[in-house]
């Protein structure tokens, strides 16, 4: 890795050291602050990508956002989008049931997406995303205490235009996308876009269909009325749905309980050390799996948007209609046995609201507003299990299904000003209250079936005293009703040294609402199933430079979070428990960027970490835990990134190059920091060459993803209790061609 990362690093260095002028990079435009102003004038650390950007760089879903991020770490657990597990700078939640929110909240065109399943997508006519690193509880007020991540899409255009784009490569894959923009009547335009995606599976298996596969549909249409200079009005709808079998995307590996720790170990050689499986091949990616599985997960948004200009002020209201429904069956024990499989089903409507007035000129620039919102959830996970040596649900067949619902309530105001102390230095201060009030129920349901027939009263998966399953056999049904308020702030120093160069300061709290556990096994503490709201107290500061005729764009920053009642979550085996406690995280992020000649392009990304959860409960014996201290999970201490963007002009057209690489040391993906969840580091490289004629009516492309092959591992979970590892497996090498034609 150090000699590619030197090969990057040495020719960027010999194009800069060219004679060749270059262009100035051009102006980028965010909307970090709830309205757009140029990245480099806003005292935030963000990263942005447009549409374009992203298809040359080969990003096609939200989880390779971070083959191009500092910071970001974005996982598929299991393989499938079933979750998108998101951390940024060390601020994760790896809770995978649907009632839960993440910490590292997804917004698309300024709308809160709240489940976590939706978080997980393909990306089509993008105009750009942004993601921000750091809390951003006074504005984006939900759930942002790690950040966030916006898709901001194409909106309708006063003129036709349009695109339609087609790609096909290995393991049967192929997308289409197309989107028609234009005018409908006077002061009305409209824009459609559809997508669709397909694939074979690229884990091998050797007795049934190959995993790993997609199939997903996508549109959204937005309708734009502007009845005046002052009003506009913005209507959007949009669907989604993968509905997708033969979805297992992971590799078992035989692991083993530590009789001390309780945390798993991985055993070579095999992969299960209960049912002695060991696969023919020695292939990670190949497997047998008897049961395909399957995931179904549709959801839909109906969106408004209306702004009004005043002479000096503009009122903004963003409603929000949300529905998701998913169902998902994995095989879960990874294997040719009938032995385990685990199910898990959600179904929630949401509706939010926003009313905001801002002044966005002058000397004092202020947002202020108010924001509701409402969940409304049914929720299940279930696991089977027919135990060996028979595997013979007529012989000895286990079942445990937890059903839930949550009812959630929130009310927020909110405010922040800016105010130009002087020409060169700004203050920025804002607030935000947050009320929360959860409804919320819940049952399990555990079945053992001796040949056939149901023995009552037990509970074969074991109901440790004290815990969830307990009271629930004992006195029925869970039910709570609770509230509670937080608050948000940030304040804020921006000195511009120069005209290109912003220096800043600053802090901020953020804070999550409490929430419940949950899961099929129930073996969470009852007097614990209710955790408290985090709240993290982040210090930052950081440089935003441009310099040599703004050719070369440099952005650093260095943070400290004080992390209060941390929401952790610790998984080992079937034992899913959320907790409060203590964290501390520190590091830094840069990106580069450098226009080194007018043909040639060099884009740079690091990013430094450490982080440390305190008194993370271990051990064989719940009475009597061995408490430690942890890294956070997906916390890489250091990675890379590099892009080398380079065009040929030629008379009919252009060809342009792009290479890019990412390196990532390594990170565990579970909290307790078990060894069988230890993710090794990995590199994983992109290719695309394209030619596209003068005027960018049509370009014709091949690109490779992962292009050496590179096998690895992005995530595992700790089954050591049932025999094994699931370890997610990174996509392999995928080559394909793709045509687009622009009108």
Request: charged fraction near 20%; include cysteine; proline fraction near 5%.
């Amino acid at each position: 890795m150090r000699r590619k990362v030197s090969v990057l690093v040495f020719a960027g260095s010999a194009i800069l050291c060219g004679d060749a002028a270059a262009a100035a990079l051009e102006e980028v435009v965010v909307t970090a602050t709830r309205r757009a102003v140029n990245l480099q004038d806003t005292g935030i650390s963000v990263s942005t990508f447009s549409g374009a950007e992203l298809g040359q760089l080969n990003i096609t879903d939200t989880d390779m956002l971070t083959l191009v991020t500092p910071g970001l770490m974005f996982q598929n657990g299991g393989g499938s989008p079933l979750v998108g597990l998101v951390s940024i700078r060390g601020v994760s939640q790896n809770d995978f049931a649907g009632h839960i929110e993440s910490p590292n909240a997804l917004y698309v065109d300024e709308v809160y997406q709240p489940s976590i399943s939706t978080s997980s997508i393909k990306m089509y006519d993008l105009e750009r995303v942004e993601i921000l690193r750091g809390p951003q509880g006074t504005l984006f007020g939900r759930n942002a205490t790690g950040g966030l991540i916006q898709l901001i899409t194409n909106k309708p255009t006063d003129e036709l235009e349009g695109y339609v784009d087609v790609s096909a490569g290995n393991y049967s894959s192929y997308t289409a996308e197309a989107a028609v923009s234009g005018p409908l009547a006077d002061g009305i335009s409209g824009r459609l876009a559809l997508y669709h995606s397909e694939s074979k599976g690229y884990i091998s298996n050797s007795i049934g269909p190959d995993q790993a596969a997609d199939d997903t549909d996508a549109a959204r249409m937005h309708i734009k009325f502007e009845p005046s200079d002052r009003l506009d009005i913005l209507l959007s709808a949009d669907y989604y749905r993968t509905d997708t079998d033969n979805v297992g995307g992971a590799h078992s590996q035989g692991s083993l309980v530590d009789p001390v720790t309780g945390l798993g170990y991985n055993v070579p050689g095999i992969n299960n050390t209960v049912t002695g499986y060991i696969q023919a091949s020695s292939d990670i990616y190949d497997g047998a799996y008897d049961q395909p599985g399957y995931l179904d997960r549709k959801s839909y948004n109906l969106v408004s948007n209306i702004s009004y200009e005043f002479d000096q002020l503009r009122l903004v209201s963003l409603s929000n209609y949300n529905n998701v429904n998913s169902d998902y069956l994995e095989d879960n024990d990874l294997s040719p046995f009938p032995f385990i499989e685990f199910m898990q089903t959600g179904d929630s409507d949401a509706f939010s609201q926003e009313l905001r007035l801002e002044q966005v000129e002058g000397a004092t620039r202020w947002t202020t507003g108010l924001y509701f919102l409402n969940i409304d959830g049914d929720y299940s996970q279930s696991l089977a299990v027919n135990p060996p040596p028979d595997y013979d649900p007529a012989a000895l067949h286990i079942s445990q299904t937890a059903k839930w619902s949550l009812d959630t309530t929130s009310w927020s105001v909110f405010g922040q000003v800016e105010r130009d102390l002087t020409p060169d230095l700004v203050l920025t201060a804002g607030l935000r209250w947050t009320y929360d009030e959860k409804d919320y129920h819940y049952n399990v349901i555990p079945e053992l079936f001796v040949g056939g027939n149901l023995i009552p009263g037990e509970a074969p998966l074991g109901a440790p005293p004290g815990s969830l399953i307990n009271e629930v056999l004992t006195n029925g049904p869970i039910n709570n009703k609770h509230n509670e308020n937080g608050t948000s702030a940030r304040l804020q120093l921006d000195y511009s040294v120069t005209a290109d160069w912003l220096l800043y300061a600053s802090f901020n709290k953020g804070y999550k609402a409490f929430n419940y556990n949950a899961g099929f096994a129930g073996y969470a503490p009852y007097s614990e199933f209710r955790f408290d709201g985090e709240d993290i107290y982040a210090y930052e500061t950081g440089s935003k430079l441009e310099f040599w005729d703004s050719r070369v764009r440099w952005n650093i920053s260095a943070y400290y979070y004080d992390y209060q009642d941390y929401q952790a979550f610790d998984q080992r085996g079937i034992n899913f428990t959320l907790f409060n406690t203590d964290a501390t995280i520190y590091g830094m992020d840069s990106e580069l960027t450098v226009a080194a000649t007018d043909t040639t392009s060099l884009i740079f990304g690091m990013s430094l970490l450490h982080t440390k959860v305190e008194d993370v409960p271990i051990g064989v014996d719940p009475a009597n835990p061995i408490y430690v201290d942890r890294d956070a999970p997906q916390s890489p201490d250091f990675t890379f990134s590099g892009t080398i963007i380079q065009d040929f002009p030629l008379e009919v057209g252009n060809i342009s190059v792009q290479f890019s690489g990412y390196y990532n040391d390594g990170y565990y993906s579970q909290l307790t920091n078990a060894p069988n969840t230890k993710i090794p580091s990995f590199k994983v490289y992109n290719g695309r060459v394209s030619f596209s004629d003068h005027q960018d009516r049509y370009e014709l492309s091949v690109f490779a993803k992962n292009l050496f092959n590179e096998k690895y591992y992005s995530y595992s979970f700790d089954i050591a209790s049932n025999g094994f590892s699931e370890q997610t497996l990174g996509q392999p090498r995928w080559v394909g061609v793709e045509g687009r034609y622009n009108f």
